[in-house]
């Protein structure tokens, strides 16, 4: 059974700090990551994909894996009101379809 | 439109009848995905469609779930004797064909009384 896990949360953080979102899969075969943000009541958006160890920066968003560590990571700098949502992580395993974990719920107040 | 749409946005039926849900991807992609996201939860793969036929649909819970592509663009998934269980937002997604970056339509919210 292959598994993503995000701490539910909510993180909060004020605005302009950093928002450190994590998310560990099970399956070592794994070969792309990606962030999806979902609004209330929206559908996924996709804002960030990673296939290679290490950082993806775009803007104020990094994307972190350690595929050693099973682990992906999302930065959120200078965060703001608006970047309150959930953030999904996923993972495709080789094969077009993605193991979306629980997601976490990010606050960021003013 | 430019994105993945989907219809109905809403829709309520009683247990035991039959739904079909619609779902009209990027023009020009190939691979379309079904999901079902609960409340609280990710979204649950259901099927996985490259052209005209399911490539994957390991996803699907029961038999009571089918879905079709007939002329590899607009996907019906259709549910037969509705459960209360199957109350959720069923997502559609499409990409590139060997893409792995899935654009998500609006979803059907199905609610079953």
């Known amino acids: 059974q292959k598994e993503v896990e995000q701490n539910s949360g909510p993180l909060s953080v004020p605005e302009g700090a950093i928002a450190s979102l994590n998310c560990t899969y099970s399956d070592r075969g794994s070969q792309s990551f990606f962030w999806y943000r979902q609004y209330s009541g929206k559908s996924p958006e996709l804002i960030m994909f990673?296939?290679?160890?290490g950082d993806k920066e775009d803007g104020r968003f990094t994307a972190q894996l350690n595929k050693a560590s099973q682990y992906v990571s999302l930065l959120i700098r200078d965060s703001q009101p608006s970047d309150s949502a959930t953030y999904l992580c996923a993972v495709n395993s080789g094969y077009s379809t993605l193991t979306f974990g629980k997601g976490t719920m990010l606050l960021v107040s003013p | 439109g430019a994105g993945v749409s989907q219809t109905p946005s809403n829709k309520v039926t009683e247990k035991g009848k039959y739904v079909e849900l619609r779902c009209d991807p990027i023009s020009g992609h190939t691979a379309l995905y079904w999901y079902r996201q609960s409340l609280g939860q990710g979204p649950e793969f259901l099927i996985y469609f490259q052209g005209t036929g399911a490539a994957d649909d390991s996803g699907l819970p029961n038999d009571r779930f089918f879905a079709v592509r007939p002329e590899g663009s607009v996907s019906t998934l259709k549910i037969q004797r509705t459960e209360r269980g199957d109350s959720a937002v069923y997502l559609c997604?499409?990409?590139?064909?060997?893409?792995?970056?899935?654009?998500f339509g609006p979803g059907t919210r199905l609610t079953v009384l």
């Open positions: 997604a499409s990409s590139n064909e060997g893409g792995h970056e899935q654009f």
């Open positions: 990673i296939y290679s160890n």
